[in-house]
């Protein structure tokens, strides 16, 4: 190969190049050797030189947007994702021939002129001014190097890529004096590096190394005589002379680079000769980006963790900023997700419920007393094809997610913790009726819910009287119901406050926030639409003793430029006291022991967990813990109009009636069970439980099917459709509304 021009030796140019480069800084080259027929064009040589001297010099190449890479707790890669496909790439990393070919095509005498080329320039204009506009650029590689500066600016938005891209004199006038300004504080070689970096080479490649390794899987350092002929060829026209969609007019136009850079001295005519004969021979990479290429049902958690940047005012005070933070890219953030545990999770969910079944399953894992998501997925794959979705159904709407789920008895702990804490002792007895009223209760606002029938318990054989760890093993609603009148609505409802249950998984179209809480007589039988996510870290506070911690997913953000950025913290604080939170624990640990609706799950660790069944078996819920993982499991349809589980085959099982504890908590136990192999057993720290309150014979019922009835048309008036048999309102599930109204009954196994 032929010795090719150097740059830095060639910076000392002429003397007339350099009284060139003086009359432009007086504003002269404008107004009379550069633009020699503004006159034909109606300008002045006074306006343009005016133009020229009123632009200010501060110009300053921003930094390039790159791809950010989110890593799991163990530092491996989740995900590449960016908004363009960049990789920036030093002088030393892109082979010496493709520096040479860009040169060459575009602006060969690059090491020898200023920031402008007289002779390149003169010809342009005297061409532009026969014509209506401009026919003929005659920009260096600095001036083209600026007005990609103006593109990559503009970002995605298109109305000011264009202006960006606008030919006009007014433009190249700003291009010019710009260009200038670079010329004086960066190298030639600077220059060309930074130029091969922001080019855009078409098919999403941004760059000369995406551009490599979209076109020929290869790195830019590795390119070969015809394959960096091809890719400076594509910078004129980067869709025209597109090698996939056009390979004629590709090829055609990279043998004109090739003739012409052994026209220059790059190569010999020999080898110009020899490349021309060689195919283009392709081998294209597609882009592999973003959360769709996530392995091991980790693309949730990735959505998961951009809405995170674009929501959490950690990455900056306003929405705007936030968003260019992220276009701008280059971030390395690192994470929470512990890859044994994902695994675990992941092979459970998609081996109990497939991505083909009508219902889907969700499950979170959350590190107690940290707040550290550890794992985070569902049955169906992340995507937008046949049995995939985008939606993540382990969080709210505003960060990604669906609209939630109603939990059934999966919130009766939350009531428990709030009677103990004010004052009602777990040997509290109630009489717990199978069948009974909602009493008058007062919300947090003052506002009165009135008595109204539609309270019963899942069978007419459950019933009282009951203290409260027995009413827990056995899910008894009617007991709830009596504790939460007692405890207070309202002391109910700041406690599931206390543990990040302030608002409900549904955004409120109008206002485009989360829905509050709904505080209705029904809530301690799971009525509002919570997430996995949510009660996950409900049950770490349990574990954690009383210790509340706001989820968190992401540890570190480190930029491009190793700069450091704060991160979203887990804000801990106390939301019970210790003995209130072991007293919970012991009550849990009794569903999942005999007696309890739950005794068929077994992990052989120190375990303590609550099943839940909403109306008609429509969801079905498994939450539960050990002291080192809190998880949180359902099982529902998620496109209205809701069916019952019951009857269906899932996960090529069919299921008879669908319970908590026999859908979800399976689930439950074996991802609990593969993230906590080979882990040490530790004790749960608990109170010991009250002497349990034997439940008396059962005397039939009384009202019954017009109790039922009364209440099942409360129910639905104010909940969704009435339910006679069970005598409430069918809670509405992902799609529907948050449902639940006063005489909504839900709660269950």
């Not at 921003?62 to 530092?75: K, R, Y």
């Not at 855009?200 to 830019?220: D, L």
């Not at 959490?312 to 997700?337: C, E, N, S, V, Y």
């Amino acid at each position: 190969m032929a010795a090719k021009r150097s740059g830095s030796p060639l910076r000392n140019v002429g003397l007339g190049v350099r009284l060139l480069g003086a009359s432009v800084l007086a504003g002269t080259l404008v107004a009379g050797l550069c633009l020699p027929a503004v006159g034909a064009l109606g300008l002045s040589a006074k306006s343009a030189a005016s133009d020229f001297n009123n632009i200010p010099d501060d110009f300053t190449a921003p930094p390039l947007s790159e791809a950010s890479t989110i890593f799991d707790a163990n530092g491996g890669v989740i995900a590449k994702v960016y908004s363009r496909d960049r990789t920036v790439v030093p002088l030393s990393q892109i082979a010496p021939v493709m520096r040479s070919a860009l040169v060459d095509i575009e602006d060969n005498r690059f090491y020898q002129h200023g920031a402008i080329d007289l002779k390149g320039t003169l010809r342009a204009l005297t061409k532009n001014a026969g014509s209506s506009g401009v026919s003929q650029g005659g920009s260096t590689l600095t001036q083209q190097y600026v007005k990609n500066v103006f593109v990559e600016e503009a970002g995605n938005d298109q109305a000011k890529v264009l202006e960006a891209q606008r030919q006009t004199f007014g433009r190249k006038i700003q291009e010019l004096k710009y260009a200038i300004k670079l010329e004086e504080t960066l190298s030639k070689d600077q220059i060309l590096t930074d130029y091969l970096n922001i080019t855009f080479f078409g098919e999403q490649a941004y760059g000369i190394e995406a551009a490599s390794e979209r076109y020929f899987s290869v790195h830019a350092s590795q390119l070969s005589i015809p394959q960096a002929a091809l890719l400076a060829g594509m910078v004129q026209s980067p869709t025209g002379y597109d090698p996939i969609a056009f390979p004629i007019a590709a090829k055609t136009r990279r043998d004109q680079v090739l003739d012409d850079m052994a026209k220059y001295g790059t190569i010999t005519v020999d080898q110009a000769t020899a490349a021309k004969a060689t195919p283009l021979n392709l081998k294209v990479s597609r882009p592999q980006e973003g959360c769709i290429t996530a392995k091991n049902g980790e693309g949730f958690f990735c959505d998961y963790v951009q809405h995170i940047v674009l929501n959490d005012p950690a990455f900056g005070a306003t929405a705007q900023a936030r968003q260019a933070l992220w276009d701008q890219g280059g971030l390395a953030i690192h994470t929470t997700i512990d890859p044994k545990d994902q695994a675990a999770l992941q092979k459970s969910v998609t081996n109990h419920v497939y991505a083909s079944d009508k219902a889907a399953t969700a499950m979170t894992m959350v590190q107690p007393g940290t707040g550290k998501i550890l794992a985070m997925g569902q049955s169906r794959p992340y995507g937008p094809g046949d049995h995939q979705t985008e939606l993540n159904y382990n969080v709210d709407r505003s960060m990604g997610g669906g609209n939630g789920f109603p939990t059934g008895s999966n919130f009766k702990p939350v009531t428990a913790a709030a009677a103990l804490e004010n004052g009602i002792g777990m040997g509290q007895v109630y009489a717990s009726p199978y069948q009974d009223d909602y009493p008058e209760m007062k919300d947090c606002a003052g506002e009165t819910e009135a008595q109204v029938s539609g309270d019963q318990n899942d069978s007419v054989t459950l019933h009282g009287p009951f203290n409260m760890p027995t009413a827990m093993a056995k899910s008894v609603n009617t007991y709830f119901v009596a504790l939460e009148a007692q405890t207070g609505l309202c002391n109910v409802v700041r406690m599931a406050q206390k543990l990040g249950l302030s608002n409900t998984a549904v955004m409120d179209g109008k206002t485009g926030k989360l829905v509050p809480l709904k505080q209705v007589q029904s809530l301690t039988l799971g009525v509002n639409n919570l997430t996995p996510l949510q009660m996950a870290n409900v049950y770490a506070t349990f574990a954690a003793d009383g210790l509340y911690c706001s989820p968190t997913a992401i540890t570190s953000v480190m930029t491009s430029s190793n700069k450091s950025l704060p991160v979203p913290q887990a804000n801990c604080n106390q939301a019970m006291s210790q003995t209130t939170a072991q007293s919970v624990t012991s009550m849990l640990k009794g569903v999942v022991s005999d007696g309890g609706t739950a005794n068929n799950i077994s992990i052989g660790y120190d375990d303590a967990g609550k099943t839940g069944t909403t109306d008609s078996h429509l969801q079905v819920w498994f939450t539960g813990f050990t002291k080192q993982i809190s998880a949180s499991t359902v099982v529902s349809e998620t496109k209205a109009p809701l069916e019952s589980l019951s009857g269906q085959t899932i996960g090529g099982q069919y299921v008879g009636t669908a319970f908590g504890s026999t859908l979800a908590g399976p689930i439950w136990q074996d991802a609990m069970a593969g993230a906590l192999s080979g882990a040490s057993n530790i004790n749960l720290d608990t109170v010991p439980l009250p002497a349990p309150v034997a439940a008396t014979p059962a005397k039939g019922t009384t009202g019954g099917a017009t109790a039922g009835a009364t209440a099942g048309a409360a129910g639905g008036a104010n909940g969704g459709p009435g339910n006679p048999t069970t005598g409430g309102g069918i809670i509405a599930g992902l799609i529907g509304g948050p449902g639940g109204g006063k005489g909504g009954k839900t709660g269950g196994h």
